[in-house]
């Protein structure tokens, strides 16, 4: 056992860095802050250099003591501090810690992970700037006659000499091109100058930029029940198109007007575009966004602009939970139930479940909005940790969409498609509506095959097939992207008869164009919207109203209002009734449901098509014949007879190696350490070590060991106490190995 040293007067600081190692490092403070009488306490947060091994790298302040277990003679000096005080307020800077240990990801990563990629560098906050086209000198004073013969040139002189400064989003609403504006420039009659964001500029006489919506009675109901004053978690349990935005914007209001910051979190970064012109629309106010498609630079700003209270609304995905708020009012969780929520790599966090505890230990409420909540917050209501505020109607624009099941065991399919669909589809253009068909596989063709000798295109790196593309011509595996030529003849017998067997969105695409000839088919999937414009330019079509058929993937399951779509038809349904998974079927149901609330959203009367193998099911015919609530009813029948998730929880730890036995074996020492821990029981139950659903991926044989326990207490000490014996077992040093607590894909 280590000794603990003393130090008279000597500050000790614990810091962390970024690595794998799931520790703190003693350091003495820097050199020139050694004398005692005058030392400066540096914070838990602050950002400093530290010499390890050979490298000087970043650490970060975690806390300090007047002790250590190292040898004083070994501890070296921090070589400096990069902040004079913590960018993060010390209630959030606890919330990080406390994630580290709860998820059990080394803390070192789970700080960095937590921070912009700007300052895990060492780099300062980048100025807040915004920039404005200002007259030159030139241009104030040269008489209107003589700038121009165009109109709009001289209208933005004119306009900017009797306002004053411009923002470029204030210029652009002038519907002023750039060229003329370039034009302008070249002849030094404007420029464009950048200042510093100042209060005045972000706050305007009135936060609204247009009223708002008049509310129906339960939208009402539920924006009276939301206490703005303390914590509180709140489901909010609506349909599609049941209004829940409008609620959430009417909640936004009331903070912004109490001068408090609104924190929302949506689930992918194809939504933002959407939502953010949603808030622009509605509010006068400063919006912050935060994704990972924007630059380091724009993240850093705008994670500072939220710090600082320049921001009033901060508008981000998944990570955004981490962003410093200066006056914290409210946290809103759009789509609460997406998986997207829980990071499936390297730090495993909920950013869910995060903002629960977050808005706790800042004392504001909390939304969680869905159509399909999940079970754990269904639960949650249940057990009374959580109110339940119910939209269960849509407004009266809009109609419920009426759903039909197609039982395709029993119809002739033409290229996945039944007669009854196809039928469909006619009916509702030449109406003038719009159809939205359903397949969540992208790509031509999930498998190739030779009909002569049986050979399947497999991929070599990973248990799974190569799906067929045809633009450009490749297979290629969606797991590890290795891609090669589609080839002539089979690789195995030389055959000619090779087959395509399935249906993707690409092929669906081809199928459509070819039964429609004269009407629009438009795909979105990620082969299609990689461009960053290219799903902005589908979508704009789309929302124009003219006819037009919507191929897509689950990127459009959510979020997306289509007032014109009156048909949305579902091709295959069955994916998640015979799952390894336990969370397919939650997952299958509310996705379908998802989809079908695309249908009927504006002022037109919607259906809803389902094929399936398997309508008598009872999963589908709750879905089709009752609701979602008695869908997740039949779900729940089963997780409670399991003790799964929410009835209890859940941990994994995940080992892959290119050693197949290298993986089984330390899952295996896992699973004897655990049950020396603790026993298996009434209480917790052990299952593995069992290969993954995809059993090799990226040429690394997969294997997880599960833990389901009763008690969230027990899993936890058990998790703590097998971390400290894994980490110095030599059976880590072939296998990448991860702990996943409550875990969203056991795959």
């Known amino acids: 056992m280590k000794t603990m040293n003393h130090i008279n007067n000597q500050t000790i600081y614990q810091i962390a860095i970024q690595s794998p190692l799931r520790r703190l490092f003693d350091y003495l403070p820097p050199e020139d802050m050694v004398d005692a009488s005058c030392e400066k ?21 975690v806390g300090n003591s007047k002790k250590t277990s190292i040898s004083i003679s070994r501890l070296k000096h921090i070589r400096s501090a990069i902040d004079s005080e913590s960018l993060i307020p010390e209630y959030l800077f606890d919330l990080y810690i406390w994630a580290a240990d709860y998820y059990h990801n080394p803390i070192g990563d789970s700080l960095f992970q937590s921070i912009p990629r700007l300052l895990r560098k060492g780099k300062k906050l980048p100025s807040i700037e915004i920039q404005h086209w200002a007259l030159t000198k030139l241009g104030m004073e040269l008489p209107i006659v003589n700038l121009s013969s165009s109109p709009r040139k001289k209208y933005i002189i004119s306009w900017l000499r009797e306002n004053g400064p411009a923002t470029k989003k204030e210029v652009k609403e002038k519907l002023i091109s750039p060229s003329i504006l370039k034009e302008l420039t070249k002849k030094k009659l404007i420029m464009l100058k950048s200042s510093l964001i100042s209060s005045h500029e972000i706050k305007q ?202 039982n395709i065991r029993k119809s002739k399919l033409i290229n996945g498609f039944s007669q009854e669909l196809i039928d469909s589809i006619k009916k509702v253009l030449l109406e003038g509506n719009q159809a939205l068909i359903f397949l969540n596989r992208r790509g031509f063709s999930p498998t190739l095959s030779c009909y002569d000798c049986g050979w399947i295109s497999n991929c070599p790196n990973c248990e799974a097939r190569l799906t067929v593309h045809k633009k450009p011509n490749r297979l ?44 629009q088919v438009l795909r979105i999937d990620r082969d299609t919207t990689r461009n960053k414009a ?34 949305v038809a579902i091709l295959d349904a069955d994916g998640g009734l015979f799952s390894p998974d336990f969370r ?22 919607g259906s809803v098509i389902i094929q399936s193998n398997y309508c008598d099911h009872p999963f589908i015919s709750s879905l089709i014949f009752e609701d979602y609530q008695n869908f997740i009813n039949e779900i729940a029948k089963e997780r409670h007879l399991s003790n799964l998730p929410p009835y209890g929880h859940m941990a994994l730890i995940r080992a892959e190696s290119t050693d197949n036995e290298a993986a089984i074996n330390f899952l295996r020492y896992c699973r004897r350490m655990a049950e020396n821990i603790l026993p298996p029981s009434t209480i917790i139950s052990y299952l593995g070590p069992l290969p993954a659903s995809m059993g090799r991926k990226s040429g690394r044989f997969r294997h997880i060991f599960s833990i389901i326990c009763k008690d969230r207490k027990k899993i936890q000490e058990v998790l703590t106490k097998l971390c400290k014996k894994v980490e110095i077992s030599p059976l880590t040093k072939r296998i990448k190995w991860s702990i996943d607590v409550d875990p969203q894909d056991i795959s």
Not at 45 to 58: A, Q, S, T
Not at 479 to 494: G, R
Not at 499 to 508: L, S
């Open 476 to 519: 290629l595996c969606h797991h590890c992207e290795y891609t090669v030529q589609v080839p002539m003849t089979c690789p195995s017998c030389d055959s000619s008869e090779l087959e395509f067997i399935g249906q993707g969105t690409e092929r669906i695409e081809g199928v459509l164009q070819s039964l429609f000839t004269n009407i």
């Open 205 to 406: 006489k009135n936060i609204l930029a247009e009223k708002p919506q008049k509310l129906y009675p339960q939208q009402q109901n539920a924006l009276k029940s939301i206490d703005l004053k303390n914590f509180h978690a709140y489901l909010l349990f609506g349909e599609t198109g049941s209004g829940k935005t409008e609620v959430y914007l009417q909640a936004i209001e009331k903070v912004v007007s109490l001068k408090k910051q609104a924190l929302v979190l949506i689930p992918e970064i194809n939504l933002t575009p959407q939502t953010l012109s949603r808030f622009e629309n509605r509010f006068n106010v400063k919006i912050a966004v935060l994704h990972s498609k924007l630059t380091n630079n724009e993240r850093a700003i705008a994670w500072n602009m939220a710090r600082i209270g320049k921001a009033s609304i901060i508008l981000g995905t998944r990570s955004a939970i981490f962003t410093p708020l200066k006056s914290p009012g409210i946290i809103i969780i759009d789509e609460e139930h997406d998986g997207s929520y829980k990071q499936q790599e390297g730090y495993r966090y909920s950013a869910r479940d995060l903002a629960v505890i977050r808005a706790q230990k800042e004392s504001i409420p909390i939304i969680l909005g869905s159509a399909t909540p999940s079970m754990e917050s269904l639960n949650n209501c249940k057990e009374n940790r959580y109110t339940k505020l119910i939209l269960s109607r849509r407004p009266e624009t809009s109609c419920r969409p009426v759903w039909l099941p197609i």
């Open 534 to 567: 290219a799903m902005q330019d589908v979508l704009s079509i789309v929302h124009s109203g003219d006819p037009c058929i919507l191929i897509g993937t689950q990127m459009l399951a959510k979020g997306h209002h289509f007032p014109d779509v009156t048909l």
């Open 584 to 605: 397919a079927p939650e997952r299958m149901g509310q996705l379908i449901t998802q989809v079908a609330g695309r249908s009927g959203r504006g002022n037109k009367p």
């Open 41 to 61: 306490i540096l914070q838990p947060g602050v950002r400093v250099f530290v010499p390890f091994g050979k490298r000087e790298i970043i650490g970060i302040v």
